[in-house]
């Protein structure tokens, strides 16, 4: 019987490792258009949302499905305040993990002590809001305590991204940068089925709890074919270090079969619309790192397209991150967990809802090993 006949999808016919192509949810939350480069959240062009809406504005359309107000985004904003705390044990647990490990294991480890002692019932809202104030603060305690700090309490008068600044610093940080990371955090919000969103709804679709479904979340987005580039991205700029090292650097590691981090989706075949807001706003943030980014950037996409072609390799949302992310005085490796402490509000509001039409995931292997062995006990082999 072939897989055709008996009702199954064979990766081998179909072409599909990966997944590619194959529809695994219905959602309201974003949609991405691969071949013209658009993302919607909740209907809105994210061009229209990158620059002129806050972190909390963007985390209530996803939760609510609207905008808010400017009282229900107060009120948002209360809630979220009271919430940002860091318990004692997640402190406890924090302190007990060597300072020599990643943030982004610190971070898995945070979440997943935090949900033991903190969740329990259906993912609702509450929870959302909860576990993603917590994000920053998780973070910004790991951070201080590996170099020698006392974690710092949340700055009552900060939102979201100005206070995980100012919990990693303990200074009130400037005006740009909060600008920028505030953007940074609305553009990698949401973005469709991507494979630490499908984890976290398949860990929610087993009526597992909203932590859990957020510490595998995290997990996946940890890969560098994921979330993990950005600082794999400003490793590459580092060891270039200027413009006239760009292309002979870029030529040696397409030769040694490297991929060059930044570039690249599975969904866009054009420009990654992230790519084209992060581009600005690294140009508005570190002039003098944007213009080696820049011409590195040009000659990697011309590389590309001389020895890939037809692959339609373009610059991703991880590229401009790097530069982004370390003009606000973030060291690389709180890049991916940064990301995640935005994605959080996307992840959560995939788990509500894949809870609120759940059907386990629960999809098929296509057997491709031997059927007749032979079996011998131990003894005999
Ligand atoms: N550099 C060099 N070549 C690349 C490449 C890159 N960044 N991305 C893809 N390719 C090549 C592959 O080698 C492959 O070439 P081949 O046909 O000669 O074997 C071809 O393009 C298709 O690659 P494939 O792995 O099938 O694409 P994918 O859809 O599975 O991969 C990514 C998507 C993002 C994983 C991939 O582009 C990548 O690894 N990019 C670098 C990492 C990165 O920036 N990740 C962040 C993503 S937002």
Excluded at 78 to 98: C, F, G, K, S
Excluded at 101 to 112: G, K, N
Excluded at 288 to 317: C, D, I, S
């Amino acid at each position: 019987m072939t897989a055709e006949t008996s009702g199954t999808t064979s990766t081998t016919e179909q072409n599909r490792g990966g997944l590619e192509g194959v529809v695994a949810a219905t959602t309201v939350l974003s949609k991405i258009e691969g071949t013209t480069g658009k993302l919607i959240y909740r209907g809105y062009n994210i061009h229209d949302l990158a620059r002129s809406t806050s972190f909390e504005e963007i985390a209530y359309l996803l939760w609510y499905g609207k905008l808010p107000t400017k009282m229900e985004l107060v009120d948002l904003k209360v809630q979220m305040l009271e919430e940002r705390t860091l318990p004692t044990e997640v402190l406890q647990v924090l302190n007990d993990l060597p300072s020599t490990i990643a943030p982004m294991d610190a971070l898995r480890t945070a979440v997943s002590a935090w949900g033991a002692m903190s969740v329990e019932g259906k993912p609702g809202i509450d929870q959302a809001i909860a576990l993603t104030v917590r994000f920053p603060v998780f973070l910004a305690a790991f951070h201080r305590l590996r170099n020698g700090l006392e974690p710092l309490e949340s700055h009552p008068e900060l939102d979201y991204a100005a206070n995980y600044l100012y919990l990693l610093s303990g200074q009130i940080p400037k005006e740009e940068h909060v600008k920028a990371l505030n953007a940074y955090l609305v553009l990698l919000a949401d973005h469709g089925m991507n494979a630490s969103t499908f984890t976290a709804r398949v860990v929610a679709s087993t009526e597992s709890d909203i932590a859990s479904a957020v510490v595998a979340a995290v997990g996946a987005l940890k890969g560098p074919l994921h979330g993990g580039a950005p600082s794999k991205v400003q490793d590459m700029l580092e060891a270039i270090g200027t413009q006239d090292r760009a292309e002979g650097w870029l030529r040696d590691a397409l030769a040694r079969g490297e991929r060059l981090m930044g570039f690249g989706h599975r969904v866009y075949k054009t420009e990654d619309p992230r790519a084209e807001e992060l581009r600005e706003l690294a140009r508005l943030a570190d002039p003098q790192a944007f213009a080696l980014a820049r011409r590195v950037e040009e000659l990697a996409l011309a590389l590309l397209q001389e020895q890939k072609p037809g692959r339609h390799l373009y610059t991703n949302v991880e590229f401009y991150s790097a530069v982004l992310l370390a003009s606000v005085g973030l060291p690389g490796d709180l890049f991916t967990p940064t990301f995640a402490a935005s994605r959080v509000a996307g992840w959560t509001a995939h788990i509500l809802e894949q809870i609120n039409n759940n059907r386990l995931i629960r999809p098929e292997a296509e057997y491709t090993g031997p059927t007749e062995m032979h079996f011998v006990p131990l003894g005999e082999r």
